[in-house]
């Protein structure tokens, strides 16, 4: 235990942080913390995090969290193994963090998309192979030459057209 870190033994990793009574009004933003993200979190006594529908994503590492008893295990039972009441200090123990991806098909459409876990309550859907775009319905790669050769060609007639409707004025109203 160090600064209220819980350290494995290279001192390097994290696997928990304890943010008891930091009168926090949010939970930390965690993809920016993506080196440090804790397999276990503490925020209990911080009365004033509103729960947010963005909280925790990111946080693919985390298995155990210590809620406030106002905030509820995100995703509850879906999502959690265990959800307790503590009392010492109060608050909700949400801990043995399912992968949603395993059971439900149903996330990312199929054929060309899996799914992938991106926190408690927050999943991805990335696309397999050459797939891209909207649903992974695009196959291949994207026309960058024909996106860029098609804006520049566009550009180049616009800028034209406004030179020549703007240029045959400029002689006809000088004395």
Not at 4 to 21: Q, Y
Not at 80 to 94: A, E, F, K, R, Y
Not at 155 to 167: E, G, I, S
Request: aromatic residues 10%.
């Amino acid at each position: 235990m160090e600064l209220r870190c819980c350290f494995i033994d290279d001192m390097e990793s994290i696997i928990a942080v304890d943010l008891t009574d930091f009168n926090l009004t949010q939970i930390p933003d965690l993809p920016y913390y993506s080196n440090l993200i804790p397999n276990m979190l503490d925020i209990r006594l911080n009365e004033e995090i509103v729960p947010q529908k963005d909280d925790f994503v990111g946080g693919t590492d985390i298995v155990t969290l210590f809620l406030p008893p106002h905030y509820a295990c995100p995703g509850g039972d879906r999502w959690w193994n265990i959800i307790n009441s503590t009392t010492d200090p109060p608050g909700n123990l949400c801990s043995g963090l399912k992968n949603p991806c395993l059971n439900n098909s149903q996330i990312c459409p199929e054929p060309h998309s899996y799914c992938s876990p991106n926190g408690p309550n927050h999943t991805l859907c990335l696309c397999k192979g050459t797939y891209h775009g909207y649903k992974c319905l695009r196959s291949g790669q994207f026309p960058t030459a024909v996106f860029l050769g098609s804006a520049c060609a566009v550009t180049v007639l616009t800028a034209a057209l406004f030179y020549w409707t703007t240029r045959r004025h400029v002689g006809k109203h000088q004395d």
